[in-house]
């Protein structure tokens, strides 16, 4: 795409495996050179090459506000000359706490950790610990973060990698984890046992592309997991202050045992958080036999930024704005495939969405993966040529943010068609 990244790609190479430091990031999943990007403001992205995009990663998440916004940079900038990281309590980390059981019902007590990963660790370490039982029940393609226990059908870069059983797992640990279809209670009921200590599960997929639960899907395994004394861990570190303020269990009306959160609440820094009822958060050390640290847990300049992404978003017609303009973009797609008759799957719930090269429905992650890679990858860089910036990854989910304007939103819209006009051409002719 660009000579900077070109060449900053090679180096990379040479030190840090595939050149990147996440794996879907390298390109795998679309062929071609990653960009390497050098700042971003608002909606849109510059790469070194100071080409501009408009972002539809946003992180992959966490920028829900858009990118550079100036009330979290300000708060950031004040906080980050006051001291980066103490190894002690601070104010900030019980406010981020107070905001974030004001907003999430079910949650009594949180902890503060610093990545998704280590949250849905934690959740898992809970719920066996509450339990005293070992196995563990996720879902085909679902992606929880690279936890040893959840490295199995796993999605996001597992399944575009078609990896999805990592190497590296004990087959003493893997054997612990069960995985079934999603939206798929017969299989849940079917493989459950009072052995489960908990089934977790995304509330709404978001790691085989952006999969809805389907209507009576997470009652279903609310009810299950009642029935057979498991915990319901709801994994919302995509959905959490992303599809609503209270996530996903206030958009749908499910009570979990346990929840997990990251990327909206650090703004962009490294956060993640689990919370429970005070009963089940009383397991974790000090006051329990569950041990779970961190350096930088709570670290003061990142819970800043989540604070300030929080606050922004508290009370805010932002939910209302990303749902009007996300549904003008997806009837904007619907319309160019139709006209252009590229069979195609479109699947969102607020601001999270998917575009399939499938027929669908997708409905879990066989389904998603009827979807033709070839063709999402040339939709990819025709995008990208449009300066676009989409994940690069069929089985990924893409964001909007409050900086996506109405005319941002016309012009995904005119570069959708003309893209999927291309493909049209080149694959349907
Ligand atoms: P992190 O450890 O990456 O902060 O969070 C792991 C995680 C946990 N749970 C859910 C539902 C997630 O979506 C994630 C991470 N999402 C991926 C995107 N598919 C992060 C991107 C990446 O791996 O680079």
């Not at 202050?241 to 962009?268: E, H, M, N």
């Not at 000090?286 to 709570?298: F, N």
Request: proline share 5%.
């Amino acid at each position: 795409m660009g000579k900077q990244s070109d060449a900053l790609f090679q180096r990379a190479q040479e030190l840090i495996p595939g050149g990147v430091n996440s794996p879907v990031r390298a390109y795998r999943g679309v062929g071609g050179t990653p960009l390497f990007i050098e700042q971003a403001q608002g909606s849109r992205i510059f790469d070194v090459d100071n080409l501009q995009y408009i972002d539809c990663v946003g992180s992959w998440g966490p920028m829900i506000l858009g990118h550079g916004h100036r009330y979290v940079v300000e708060a950031v900038k004040k906080a980050a000359t006051k001291g980066f990281s103490f190894g002690a309590p601070t104010a900030g980390e019980v406010e981020l706490a107070e905001m974030v059981v004001a907003a999430v019902p079910s949650i009594e007590m949180v902890r503060l950790v610093s990545s998704g990963t280590e949250a849905t660790m934690s959740a898992l370490r809970l719920a066996r610990a509450a339990t005293g039982r070992d196995k563990i029940m996720k879902f085909d393609g679902g992606y929880h973060g690279h936890v040893d226990s959840l490295l199995v059908k796993a999605g996001s870069g597992g399944a575009t990698f078609n990896v999805p059983d990592s190497a590296g797992v004990p087959k003493q640990v893997a054997e612990l984890t069960i995985s079934v279809p999603y939206n798929d209670l017969e299989a849940v009921r079917a493989a459950m046992s009072d052995e489960v200590a908990a089934i977790i599960v995304e509330p709404v997929a978001g790691n085989m592309g952006c999969v809805p639960p389907q209507k009576g899907f997470l009652e279903g395994l609310r009810a299950i997991c009642d029935e057979f004394g498991a915990l319901l861990i709801l994994d919302e570190v995509m959905t959490g202050f992303r599809v609503a303020y209270g996530g996903a269990q206030s958009l749908y009306g499910i009570r979990p045992d346990i929840t997990t959160l990251g990327k909206v609440i650090g703004g962009g820094m490294p956060i993640g958080a689990y919370g429970a009822s005070r009963e089940l958060m009383k397991l974790v050390s000090p006051l329990g036999p569950m041990y779970q640290a961190g350096t930088l847990s709570g670290n003061p300049v990142a819970v800043t930024a989540g604070r300030a992404t929080l606050s922004v978003l508290k009370n805010s017609s932002i939910y209302a704005d990303l749902e009007e303009r996300s549904s003008e973009f997806e009837a904007g797609v619907r319309a160019a495939a139709e006209k252009h008759g590229v069979p195609i799957t479109f699947n969102r719930v607020g601001s999270m969405w998917t575009l399939f090269f499938t027929e669908g429905p997708v409905v879990d992650f066989e389904s998603a993966n009827r979807s033709n890679r070839e063709k999402f990858a040339r939709f990819f860089h025709l995008m990208l040529a449009e300066g676009v910036y989409l994940p690069p990854s069929q089985l990924e989910a893409a964001f909007f943010s409050a900086a996506h304007a109405k005319k941002d939103i016309h012009q995904l819209i005119e570069r959708v068609d003309r893209s999927l006009k291309k493909v049209a051409w080149e694959f349907e002719k």
